[in-house]
């Protein structure tokens, strides 16, 4: 099966441009940069697309046992970054796509050029010395009720990731974005999001990182980026004025700006 087909990519802007890969988070697809990327085509090669079992991705190549941990997502990205010949390539990863990024960067870094990692992290459960977030009791709790209810679960928990309570119609479109999502693959990317430990990997990334924080974050609260700025050598860290989780719809053009920036 094609590569292009299988995760459903899409190229735009100037082909001869340095590459900028845009890779959406939990239940997300690449319309959810839909307000960013377009700002990048005049001066780069712009890459989208659908991890296997997101957005309009082929269904039928989703395997439980590759996509049992993240490293499985990591591969669709080498696989996307060898079928184009991209090298140093920046790759803007939100959420849990910031921690795949990290992985193929490791794996592969004469791909990568910079990472941009959009609300990252590393793991979302406390730990001794580590502020997650989330207990090891709620993270059960979410999936389990995931698992029993997960359109019910969509509903009640996009608008608190999404923040930003007083422009409900990015609730509803995390909302709708989550119930288009496959339940039983959902189900099983979440548990391997929630349940992951990165920290280890985060001393090993091999290129530049921007850090995107924002304020008021419920899944990556301000600890946690500063955490993985203080584990990634010569990281760049920015506190947005942006609150919630998704700045790559809740505030475009701070994203963009902050993007540009560092590059």
């Known amino acids: 099966m094609s590569v292009m087909v299988r995760n459903n ?8 441009g340095r590459p900028v890969v845009f890779a959406h988070g939990f239940g997300c697809d690449q319309n959810m940069w839909r307000l960013v990327a377009p700002a990048f085509e ?14 309009d991705s082929d269904l039928s190549a989703y395997s439980p046992e ?11 990205i080498l696989d996307i970054c060898a079928e184009l010949d991209l090298t140093d390539a920046v790759f803007v990863g939100h959420s849990v796509s910031a921690m795949i990024g990290a992985l ?23 730990d001794e010395g580590y502020v997650g977030g989330f207990t090891a009791a709620d993270i059960e709790e979410l999936l389990e009720s995931l698992d029993s209810n997960y359109l019910g679960w969509s509903g009640a928990m996009a608008p608190v990731i999404m923040g930003n309570p007083e422009r409900p119609e990015l609730g509803a479109e995390l909302t709708n974005s989550f119930c288009r999502t ?12 929630f349940m992951s430990d990165n920290r280890a ?12 924080q924002c304020s008021e974050d419920v899944i990556a609260p301000v600890e946690v980026g500063t955490f993985v700025h203080k584990h990634i050598p010569g990281s ?15 505030a475009p053009e701070e994203t963009v700006w902050a993007i540009r920036a560092f590059l």
Do not use: W
């Open 42 to 55: 005049d001066d780069h090669r712009v890459v989208l697309f659908d991890y296997v079992g997101s957005g």
């Open 9 to 16: 990519v899409r190229i735009t802007g100037r082909p001869d």
């Open 236 to 250: 760049e860290l920015v506190l947005m004025r942006a609150t919630g989780h998704c700045p790559n719809l809740s």
């Open 182 to 193: 496959d339940p039983d693959i959902a189900k099983r990317f979440a548990t391997v999001t």
């Open 66 to 76: 590759r996509y049992s941990s993240l490293q499985g997502y990591a591969q669709d």
């Open 201 to 212: 990997d985060l001393s090993r990334v091999p290129v530049r990182c921007l850090i995107l």
């Open 104 to 126: 193929a960067a490791i794996r592969e870094p004469a791909r990568f050029g910079a990472l941009v990692m959009v609300g990252p992290s590393p793991r979302y459960i406390d």
